[in-house]
């Protein structure tokens, strides 16, 4: 897909994306900030749909004039860089999750709204609804009480974190996250009851 037709189709369907993505209620030191969070989660989001695989590639792939010039067309303002990978992951780790699930929200609502979804919908009046759980996040050290623990020979091989996924899906395999909700042990226990 060329440049030209990702900004018609982002602007087509969320005109309001970027302005969304600006709002979000930014956890930095506002006398600190040279890149907005808009800036930043574009970058984030480019992470993903160019498949660059690692936070790093954003300085060797997207630290180009043309990209810069694509991506100041996105955002809100001017900057005259792309902003380092350590700037991405530093504002990343501190948001707070829902902010990104209200954008997330405020996309479905838009293609609910358009009926850019209609003719997905089964029986040509029901929006299917997929739920799954699944691991989500797996670290090397615990890092809050609400872990889970996956062990081999009584020894913890990593902790982890279940999540429970609402999608809206389609027959076209299209899925679009429209809830998620971390599952927790807050009873104690150590495995999940499912």
């Known amino acids: 897909m060329s440049g030209d037709v990702f900004f018609k189709t982002v602007h087509h369907f ?5 302005k969304w993505l600006q709002s979000v209620d930014d956890p930095r030191n506002e006398n600190k900030i040279i890149y907005g969070p808009s800036h930043l989660l574009w970058l984030g989001i480019f992470l993903f749909l160019l498949r660059l695989g690692s936070k790093r590639k954003i300085k060797y792939k997207l630290s180009t004039k043309d990209f ?14 792309v902003a380092h990978h350590d700037t991405v992951e530093y504002f990343l780790q501190r948001l707070e999750p829902e902010e990104l699930y209200g954008v997330r929200q405020k996309m479905a609502y838009r293609l609910i709204r358009m009926k850019a979804l209609d003719k997905y919908r089964l029986l040509e009046e029901y929006s ?6 699944t691991g989500h996040l797996v670290y090397k050290e615990r890092h809050c009480p609400h872990c889970l623990t996956k062990e081999k020979d009584g020894k913890i091989l990593y902790y982890y974190h279940n999540v429970l996924e609402a999608k809206l899906v ?6 679009l996250s429209v809830e998620t909700e971390f599952i927790l042990n807050s009873d104690g226990a150590t495995k999940q009851d499912c």
């Open 128 to 133: 299917m609804i997929a739920v799954d759980g």
């Open 14 to 18: 969320f005109p309001k994306l970027t």
């Open 170 to 175: 389609t027959d076209t395999g299209l899925a």
């Open 68 to 81: 810069l010039e694509n991506l100041n067309q996105l955002c809100t303002g001017y900057s005259e860089n």
